[in-house]
């Protein structure tokens, strides 16, 4: 594992200026971001990547999220402490490290064999101990429901109806909606069970996949 010197915290800290400037308020995802140390997440080739605000290719046709996108989702979910997480899609585990920042709770799944592999060794490495399950993301994981929060990191053609049965009521569900380009919706299930809708503008994300993929 690479180090995390002085140069590192330094990078980090400008990264998170930046996206202060940006708009994130949240000071627990400022401290979070300034914590975790994203280059480990990344090859080692692309430590000098690892603190500009975009996304980078981390193989298996997936990416680590743009930092602006993990703040923003990660705010959208208003995580109190304890809080049972579902995240869809645990890429790098970048975010899921967030999360768990945060004190929630997380169950993540991955539908990327060799990713999943990777990131179940590699995160506890960093102390972080999440759920870890290889799957299909659109049945999420009921046998641990129902979740306080649900988070997809891939952008998802329509709403996964089984996600939203494993939604506790007054929970928030975080996810980029749309084919090309998605807009992040955060969807609040009433008492009733009605979904609330809000609107919080354009991103880009890799596509969220039905099915798993035995990936090398």
Do not use: C, W
Not at 53 to 73: E, L, M
Not at 103 to 128: M, S, W
Request: charged share 20%; no cysteine.
């Amino acid at each position: 594992m690479h180090n995390d010197g002085y140069r590192e915290k330094g990078l980090r800290q400008q990264l998170v200026n930046e996206l202060i400037q940006k708009g994130i308020k949240d000071k627990r995802v400022i401290d979070a971001i300034g914590k975790i140390p994203r280059h480990q997440f990344m090859d080692s080739a692309f430590v000098n990547f690892a603190y500009v605000d975009k996304a980078f290719p981390i193989g298996s046709g997936q990416t680590i999220s743009q930092p602006f996108t993990v703040a923003i989702q990660t705010e959208l979910l208003d995580l109190a402490k304890g809080d049972k997480v579902l995240e869809i899609g645990t890429g790098s585990g970048y975010q899921t490290a967030v999360l768990i920042e945060l004190g929630a709770k997380v169950y993540t799944i991955e539908r990327q064999r060799g990713l999943f592999l990777k990131t179940q060794q590699f995160l506890p490495k960093l102390g972080y101990n999440p759920q870890f399950f290889y799957g299909d993301g659109y049945l999420g994981k009921p046998t641990y429901g129902p979740y306080d929060k649900i988070l997809i990191t891939a952008g998802a053609p329509d709403i996964p109806k089984l996600l939203i049965e494993q939604l506790k009521p007054g929970g928030f569900m975080v996810v980029p909606i749309g084919e090309k380009t998605q807009t992040m919706m955060r969807y609040i299930k009433t008492n009733s069970g009605e979904l609330l809708e809000e609107n919080h503008g354009a991103f880009s994300f890799v596509p969220l996949l039905k099915g798993t993929a035995n990936d090398k």
